[in-house]
């Protein structure tokens, strides 16, 4: 007769389970096999999906707009008016991201972007959002302690810059435009947005290099 013991058992389920995805990654997995066998969407088209936004949009569209904004003072006003028909001239494909709100740093003021909720992004414009932005420790602490978690991203704020944290819902979402490296004047829009980073767009960097300078 077969035994059982309780001790093999624990450690094949620990066995197992070590070679299981995250929570979230299976559910998104089951969700996916779920939409493919009913034909709800071809396998094919997620691919294309996934492969867009982490190889083809990446962060680059929002620096093009960051840059075209900081040549451009009525592009600027415009972006800052109406983000979202602002960014319609630039005529990208796809159109992910919904309504946008573009916030702008200045000497006194930095402005930090997290969805409190679940995880909105403004794919479009950024891409693949990355993993801490979808973390639950971000999401709570982002609007909890600001500074604190600005500091562990290496922005250290004076208390004479205030924090501004915008909470993205699907509906709005929200694009930082950070300040302008000084030492820039007479750069081309294609290189000034070669300085603009991903994070500094979602506003846990602030100053941006220049090493090219
Ligand atoms: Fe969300």
């Not at 998104?28 to 996934?50: C, H, M, N, Q, Y």
Request: proline share 5%; glycine share 6%.
């Amino acid at each position: 007769m077969a035994t059982f013991d309780r001790e093999d058992a624990a450690k094949l389920a620990r066995h197992l389970h070590s070679h299981l995805p995250s929570d979230p990654a299976l559910r998104t997995k089951t969700l996916e096999s779920l939409l493919v066998e009913r034909g709800f969407v071809a396998p094919e088209t997620i691919d294309a999906w996934v492969e867009a936004y982490s190889e083809h949009i990446g962060p680059k569209r929002g620096a093009q707009v960051v840059a075209r904004s900081w040549v451009d003072p009525a592009f600027r006003a415009r972006l800052m008016d109406d983000a979202t028909a602002a960014i319609a001239e630039f005529g990208f494909d796809g159109d992910a991201t919904g309504h946008l709100k573009a916030v702008e740093n200045t000497d006194t003021q930095h402005h930090l972007i997290v969805c409190t909720l679940c995880s909105c992004y403004p794919f479009s414009l950024l891409g693949m959002s990355p993993a801490w932005y979808k973390s639950a420790a971000y999401r709570a602490r982002a609007v909890r302690e600001p500074r604190q978690v600005l500091s562990e991203f290496g922005v250290d704020l004076p208390e004479t810059v205030g924090v501004r944290v915008w909470d993205s819902t699907a509906e709005l979402r929200y694009l930082v435009v950070p300040q302008r490296p000084a030492n820039t004047d007479g750069w081309d829009e294609a290189r000034l947005a070669a300085l603009v980073t991903r994070n500094a767009m979602i506003g846990t960097a602030r100053h941006l290099k220049t090493e090219a300078a």
